[in-house]
């Protein structure tokens, strides 16, 4: 078995359990493999890698079922050529699998008591390969190993994957040239093979160089230079989290693969929104995604993850935690944003192509960067840019321009959604002012709770809104303390009213109010506890209410809008009184 024979046809016998057709189609391919190195071969092992395990466990069932190896070398002559050359195949043996096997096959031939020549001759060249394969040169180092050959040692298995490495990145050294005749050869097609290569070996941590080499390598090509199978294999890696990626190479296989960009938008919402979890943690997990980056560097993964979005929100328009995500992701986005536009050609209105033009910078616009005298009047004419709006759907009745009316207003509640910070000011504003002028901030916020009833209920809950702002003006501003029963009775069936036909006043609205009246009044904060406390509580809302102080104070922290250490003290002493008591 210590010399390579010449190709030839197996020998077929009655006892072999093995296809002889199928033996001769591995022994051409083994041969085939180890007569060049090029991409095409590579690309060829990796595509039988499967097929090729199948065939080694049958081998190595067909040698557990002789009784010795010398009947095993009878039947199967050629069987140590094929074993042979499979061993000096770095894309096979660095599959761990197949190494696994084709190592069993090897110790399953060895004899612990040779009785003849055959079996003396075998066991030589099964040493030879066992001691070369593990690259260690110590009789001593061959024996341990040989006791322990269903796993091979890590020094082999690192030396062999960094060669195959070492290897595969020299095909991809060279950039993508112009072809300026149809008969030269694009480098991008050994790019495709390499890429090809290298879907077996993205769970092992030595490739990770190859893998970002590949993934970093500039799109200069009409020819898409990274194949689908490698694609798919990182994106289930990374899924499986057998692979760790991070950067840019994890933004650039979001950028080349439409599913992994999915998948990990979808991700980002099972954690947050099905999951459920505190603004604070929502930021950190938004910004630790990477998706808010990686949207601001790419227009069309911005555009993608908008569409996941907008889709998700028509399903479930009043799922406040998704509005959440939809809130924190927009904010962190914009601010990666920011520390590009200096370098970046494309313009703010290609990330929002379908947002109405005259609100997008009204409402891309921060609280914080511009005069608080001016919140009110900004708030007043984003109101009526919103009302013009939904009148001209109305007007257009049941023709096709209603249905292109109802779009215009989704997509402009949907960019009222991802800037809420100036629902948020609009609500302080209604907490902290007195009557007058309150009309376009309440309409304001009905509009942003009820968008898609249309004029429907848009007139009845306008009113209810502005009955739940009438009812808290009167209990925190204008009753005295404490406040009556019948008041406080009121607040409750706001939050929680009975059947009704009309639909209800959305909860996340009276309970915004609610809030906002506590933290920013001018009672004394036992006042507002005891008020809070026992609306909260008699409603059950008190998980919904903490978690509404929280955003308030997450706001207040990154500075979108001022406030004092007055205003700080009382969220803390709120947040206090409600989750004390509710985890009593």
Same mark, same amino acid.
């Given at each position: 078995?210590?010399?390579?024979?010449?190709?030839?046809?197996? %020998?077929?016998?009655? &006892?072999?359990?093995?296809?002889?057709?199928?033996?001769?189609?591995?022994?051409?391919?083994? /041969?085939?493999?180890?007569?060049?190195?090029?991409?095409?071969?590579?690309?060829?092992?990796?595509?039988?890698?499967?097929?090729?395990?199948?065939?080694?466990?049958?081998?190595?069932?067909?040698?557990?079922?002789?009784?010795?190896?010398?009947?095993? $070398?009878?039947? #199967?002559?050629?069987?140590? %050529?094929?074993?042979?050359?499979?061993?000096?195949?770095?894309?096979?043996? +660095?599959?761990?699998?197949?190494?696994?096997?084709?190592?069993?096959?090897?110790?399953?031939?060895?004899?612990?008591?040779?009785?003849?020549?055959?079996?003396?001759?075998?066991?030589?060249?099964?040493?030879?390969?066992?001691? %070369?394969?593990?690259?260690?040169?110590?009789?001593?180092?061959?024996?341990?190993? $040989?006791?322990?050959?269903? /796993?091979?040692?890590?020094?082999?298995?690192?030396?062999?994957?960094?060669?195959?490495?070492?290897?595969?990145?020299?095909?991809?050294?060279?950039?993508?040239?112009?072809?300026? *005749?149809?008969?030269?050869?694009?480098?991008?097609?050994? /790019?495709? +093979?390499?890429?090809?290569?290298?879907?077996?070996?993205?769970?092992?941590?030595? +490739?990770?160089?190859?893998?970002?080499?590949?993934?970093?390598?500039?799109?200069?090509?009409?020819?898409?230079?990274?194949?689908?199978?490698?694609?798919?294999?990182?994106?289930?890696?990374?899924?499986?989290?057998?692979?760790?990626?991070?950067?840019?190479?994890?933004?650039?296989?979001?950028?080349?693969?439409?599913?992994?960009?999915?998948?990990?938008?979808?991700?980002? $919402?099972?954690?947050?929104?099905?999951?459920?979890?505190?603004?604070?943690?929502? &930021?950190?997990?938004?910004?630790?995604?990477?998706?808010?980056?990686?949207?601001?560097?790419?227009?069309? $993964?911005?555009?993608?993850?908008?569409?996941?979005?907008?889709?998700?929100?028509?399903?479930?328009?009043?799922?406040?935690?998704?509005?959440?995500?939809?809130?924190?992701?927009?904010?962190?986005?914009?601010?990666?944003?920011?520390?590009?536009?200096?370098?970046?050609?494309?313009?703010?209105?290609?990330?929002?192509?379908?947002?109405?033009?005259?609100?997008?910078?009204?409402?891309?616009?921060?609280?914080?960067?511009?005069?608080?005298?001016?919140?009110?009047?900004?708030?007043?004419?984003? *109101?009526?840019?919103?009302?013009?709006?939904?009148?001209?759907?109305?007007?257009?009745?049941? *023709?096709?321009?209603?249905?292109?009316? !109802?779009?215009?207003?989704?997509?402009?509640?949907?960019?009222?959604?991802?800037?809420?910070?100036?629902?948020?000011?609009? /609500?302080?504003?209604?907490?902290?002012?007195?009557?007058?002028?309150?009309?376009?901030?309440?309409?304001?916020?009905?509009?942003?709770?009820?968008?898609?009833?249309?004029? !429907?209920?848009?007139?009845?809950?306008?009113?209810?809104?502005?009955?739940?702002?009438?009812?808290?003006?009167?209990?925190?501003?204008?009753?005295?303390?404490?406040?009556?029963?019948?008041?406080?009775?009121?607040?409750?069936?706001?939050?929680?009213?009975?059947?009704?036909?009309?639909?209800?006043?959305?909860?996340?609205?009276?309970?915004?109010?609610?809030?906002?009246?506590?933290?920013?009044? %001018?009672?004394?904060?036992?006042?507002?506890? &005891?008020?809070?406390?026992?609306?909260?509580?008699?409603?059950?809302?008190?998980?919904?209410?903490?978690?509404?102080?929280?955003? #308030?104070?997450?706001?207040?922290?990154?500075?979108?809008?001022?406030?004092?250490?007055?205003? !700080?003290?009382?969220?803390?002493?709120?947040?206090?009184?409600?989750?004390?008591?509710?985890?009593?």
């Amino acid at each position: 078995m210590s010399e390579v024979q010449p190709t030839g046809q197996l %020998q077929h016998t009655a &006892e072999s359990s093995l296809n002889v057709q199928e033996m001769q189609f591995w022994l051409d391919k083994a /041969v085939a493999w180890g007569q060049a190195d090029s991409p095409d071969l590579h690309k060829d092992t990796c595509l039988h890698l499967r097929r090729l395990r199948d065939f080694l466990q049958q081998i190595l069932t067909h040698i557990h079922s002789m009784s010795s190896t010398a009947e095993t $070398m009878k039947r #199967l002559p050629l069987l140590g %050529q094929f074993l042979g050359y499979l061993c000096w195949n770095p894309i096979v043996t +660095a599959d761990d699998s197949s190494r696994g096997l084709l190592l069993q096959c090897l110790w399953g031939l060895h004899s612990e008591h040779p009785s003849n020549a055959v079996e003396r001759k075998a066991n030589q060249w099964i040493r030879k390969v066992l001691c %070369q394969l593990t690259t260690e040169e110590d009789d001593i180092a061959t024996q341990v190993f $040989m006791k322990h050959v269903n /796993v091979p040692p890590k020094e082999y298995h690192r030396k062999v994957l960094k060669k195959m490495v070492a290897q595969l990145r020299e095909n991809i050294g060279r950039s993508c040239s112009s072809l300026s *005749s149809v008969n030269r050869s694009c480098s991008c097609d050994i /790019v495709l +093979a390499t890429s090809d290569a290298c879907v077996p070996l993205v769970t092992y941590p030595e +490739a990770v160089p190859l893998i970002s080499a590949l993934l970093q390598r500039p799109m200069t090509c009409v020819k898409e230079t990274l194949s689908e199978d490698f694609l798919e294999a990182l994106s289930s890696a990374y899924a499986s989290r057998s692979l760790s990626l991070e950067g840019q190479d994890l933004v650039s296989l979001w950028f080349r693969s439409l599913s992994s960009l999915e998948e990990a938008v979808f991700g980002l $919402m099972e954690s947050v929104v099905i999951r459920g979890c505190t603004p604070q943690m929502l &930021e950190q997990q938004v910004a630790h995604s990477l998706l808010p980056k990686a949207c601001a560097m790419h227009c069309s $993964m911005f555009l993608v993850v908008g569409d996941i979005f907008r889709s998700t929100l028509k399903q479930a328009e009043k799922n406040e935690r998704m509005k959440s995500l939809i809130q924190s992701f927009t904010r962190s986005f914009l601010r990666e944003l920011a520390l590009l536009l200096p370098q970046m050609s494309v313009p703010l209105k290609a990330f929002f192509p379908q947002s109405p033009p005259s609100l997008l910078a009204p409402l891309l616009t921060l609280p914080s960067e511009m005069p608080q005298e001016a919140w009110r009047n900004h708030l007043n004419w984003l *109101s009526r840019s919103l009302q013009r709006l939904t009148e001209e759907e109305e007007e257009g009745g049941g *023709s096709g321009r209603s249905t292109r009316g !109802h779009h215009r207003v989704f997509e402009a509640w949907f960019l009222l959604v991802q800037c809420a910070h100036w629902v948020h000011v609009a /609500v302080q504003l209604l907490a902290t002012s007195g009557p007058e002028d309150s009309g376009p901030l309440l309409w304001l916020l009905t509009f942003y709770h009820h968008a898609t009833n249309r004029w !429907h209920h848009r007139a009845a809950h306008l009113a209810q809104a502005r009955e739940a702002w009438e009812h808290l003006l009167a209990v925190f501003v204008a009753s005295p303390h404490p406040a009556p029963a019948d008041r406080l009775h009121s607040l409750v069936t706001l939050l929680s009213p009975p059947a009704q036909t009309t639909p209800p006043l959305a909860p996340s609205l009276a309970i915004s109010l609610l809030v906002n009246f506590a933290v920013f009044c %001018q009672l004394p904060l036992s006042a507002s506890t &005891e008020i809070l406390q026992t609306v909260v509580d008699q409603s059950g809302v008190a998980d919904e209410a903490a978690c509404v102080l929280s955003s #308030l104070e997450l706001r207040l922290n990154e500075g979108g809008c001022s406030s004092s250490n007055r205003v !700080h003290l009382r969220i803390e002493g709120l947040q206090y009184t409600i989750t004390h008591k509710h985890s009593a």
